[in-house]
Structure formats: C-alpha cells, structure tokens
C-alpha cells in the first residue's frame, strides 16, 4: 500500500502526548482508527494523514471507573468495553452503543472518537448532562456536554455520565439524507407519580435541539398524563423542529412521531 503514514507514535503519558503534538501539529489523534476507516470507504477515499498518534499505550485514558453517583470512561475505551458494563452504565446510553455499527467495529471505535465526530453517542451524553474533560499542554478543563466547543489542541480525555435513575428512558435513531441521520432520546424520572425531570433531544446532521419550555410543560404534572398535556407537549416539538434551520421534511416527521408516541405512552 502506498498511501502509509510516514510516522506513528504511541505515547504512554499525557506529557509524551501533548510533547508530540506540540512538534506535529498536523498529526491526526487516533483511539479506535474507524473515523479513519470511514473516510477512506467511499471511491474516493481521502489520504491518510502523514502522522499518526495513536492513544492506546495511555492507560488513563482507557480507564473505567464508577462511584455512587458517576460513571467515568476514559476517551480510548471502547465502545464494546462499555456495552459489558450492563447495568452499571446508564440505560440510554447502552442502547445507543449498541446500535453503532456491528460488534467488530464496536471492539474498536472509542466512545471519545464517536462524541469527536458528532456521533450517536453525544446525543445520548447531552440528555444524561454528562461533562467532557478538555485536556492541553498545560491545563485541563470540564464542560458540559451539551457546550462542548473544543479549543485547537484541545482533547477529550475523561467523559463524566452522571448515574441519575430514569423511570422512563427510549432511545432511537433514524436513516437520514446525511450519513449520521437523526437521533431522538426521551428520558423522564417520577416521585410519587409526579414527573419530576424530562430530557427530550434530537440530533441530526446540523444541530443537537433541546427545548427546556417543552421540558417545562410536563414537569411537576401527574402520571398517567393527560392526553391534552401530552398533545400539547408534542405539538410544541413539532413547532419546534420544523423551524429548525436546514430541517430534513423526512427526519423531522420522524422525530415528531417519536415524540408524539413516547408523550402519549405516559399518558396510557
């Protein structure tokens, strides 16, 4: 094969990381490889990058830990790795990995490279409030995943996923015009059979919506919900997705379905 990098590196230490990068800006980070794997499956495949660093040889950064009230994944780990957690990850987030791909290539994509690229993932991670370690050189930083903004030479490091217990948690993901298509997460939690919290988020190619008004409408009424409530709650998404900037006619059908159904099954 022509087309090989001209140099690889496998730092074992942030330090040797950011070192390297410092001297290759141009290198391109790779955890799992399939984002590079995806570029070049099409005809015309685009080169590979001259440099390559690769962060398998960072045991932080394949680190999986858990306390009482966070899950915490290192950027490397894989997705299948999390997928093994089972009942110690958060629901919506297990049937978002494991609708990614098939399980070859869920051996090897990195739950840091999907959030990376846009992917399914982060769509789960912004409804669950899950935070991002920013590292660089010389400082690192925490964001919410719903601002992540990296800064050049910035990296994902740690995800943080907060272990909230959901009464009520679905997930789908929809075939689009774009390749990632679109991906809609309802979760909602009770207490005495009063909602307490809702998350709804819909991802597609352009944008990751989130309405806290329409959260708002359903927070603090009583289950079975009415089913003028849970017309009202779905009529104001739909609202919502049409005047999205670039909306898909097709995709934001499907969300507002999704939505619709999900708000009426509480009300069942």
Not at 141 to 165: H, K, M, N, T
Request: with cysteine.
């Amino acid at each position: 094969m022509e087309d090989r990098p001209d140099t690889v590196f496998r730092p074992e230490s942030y330090a040797e990381l950011f070192s390297q990068w410092e001297k290759s800006p141009d290198a391109e980070i790779l955890a799992g490889g399939t984002e590079i794997m995806r570029r070049l499956g099409g005809r015309r495949a685009a080169p590979l990058p001259r440099s390559l660093i690769v962060l398998d040889g960072i045991e932080e950064m394949r680190r999986i830990s858990r306390s009482e009230s966070y899950l915490e994944i290192g950027a490397a780990a894989t997705l299948s790795r999390i997928i093994e957690l089972g009942k110690h990850a958060p629901g919506a987030l297990l049937r978002c990995l494991r609708g990614i791909a098939c399980p070859q290539l869920r051996g090897m994509a990195s739950l840091g490279g999907n959030v990376f690229s846009g992917l399914d993932a982060s769509a789960a991670l912004v409804a669950l409030d899950a935070q991002y370690e920013l590292r660089r050189a010389q400082s690192a930083r925490w964001i919410a995943a719903a601002r992540f903004a990296p800064a050049p030479g910035e990296l994902i490091c740690r995800i943080r996923v907060p272990l909230d217990a959901w009464d009520f948690s679905e997930f789908r993901k929809f075939p689009g015009r774009s390749d990632s298509g679109g991906i809609a997460v309802f979760l909602a939690k009770a207490q005495k059979n009063t909602l307490t919290d809702v998350r709804v988020i819909c991802k597609d190619a352009l944008e990751t919506m989130r309405d806290k008004d329409a959260q708002d409408m359903l927070i603090g009424k009583r289950l079975p919900l009415a089913r003028k409530t849970a017309s009202a709650f779905a009529a104001h998404w739909k609202e919502r997705l049409r005047s999205a900037e670039g909306a898909d006619d097709v995709l934001t059908g499907e969300f507002a379905a999704f939505i619709e159904a999900t708000a009426q099954s509480l009300a069942e």
